[in-house]
């Protein structure tokens, strides 16, 4: 599971102000235009730099491939409830196999099914690849045999940025690495 990113694009990635980012997964970027507005706006500082200009008739700066913001943005202690942060949870995987198909088959499943009063929640979706959603259809979880690995759960912002590192996007420019991954080990 990758995110596409072209470097071609020049990205920046975006720091909150005390230097982490703003998300890992996925990764806070803002496209070199918003970065370059941001920095006329006064909003950001400019913390690294693309070996890369841009220019106009009068004016010209290197492209700024790391920025933190000026004041800084207190991260929200519960995840939105959305399709992705659920498959971001179950780590891309589904909660019924244990297999990791890819995005475009994954889908969500009602543990309890809406048809037999079952709500659309944190504690009541998981993860599930297409064959085992339709396996499963609208069978209670003993009904169908069918239980998932985990049990549903909300899952804090933390949780969601460290399975989120699990899955880097395919292109990491080598400015932004000593702001991603502070909890790796240090090669000695």
């Known amino acids: ?9 020049h990205p920046t990635l975006v720091l909150n102000a005390d230097y982490r980012p703003l998300s890992y997964y996925p990764l806070s970027l ?6 370059i507005k941001a920095v006329f706006l006064d909003r950001v500082n400019i913390v690294a730099e ?3 200009n841009i220019s106009s008739p009068s004016f010209q700066m290197p492209l700024p491939s790391v920025v933190s913001l000026k004041n800084y943005v207190k991260p929200s202690s519960t995840p939105a409830f959305t399709r992705f942060n659920v498959f ?10 244990g297999t990791s198909p890819s995005q475009g088959e994954l889908t969500f499943d009602h543990v309890i099914p809406r048809s037999k ?9 998981c993860a599930a690849c297409s064959p085992c959603n339709l396996r ?11 239980f998932p690995r985990q049990t549903p759960y909300i899952p804090h912002v933390e949780q969601l940025h460290k399975n ?5 996007p395919n292109y990491l420019h080598e400015s932004w690495m000593d702001f991603l991954y502070w909890d790796v080990e240090l090669e000695p």
């Open 164 to 168: 989120g590192r699990k899955f880097p």
């Open 117 to 125: 009063g079952g709500i659309t929640s944190w504690k009541n979706v």
């Open 1 to 9: 599971m990758t995110i596409a990113v072209k470097p071609e694009a």
């Open 30 to 35: 803002w496209s070199w235009q918003d970065a």
């Open 50 to 52: 693309y070996d890369f």
């Open 88 to 97: 971001l949870r179950d780590s891309f995987k589904c909660q019924y196999c």
């Open 136 to 146: 499963k259809a609208n069978k209670m979880p003993k009904e169908a045999q069918m």
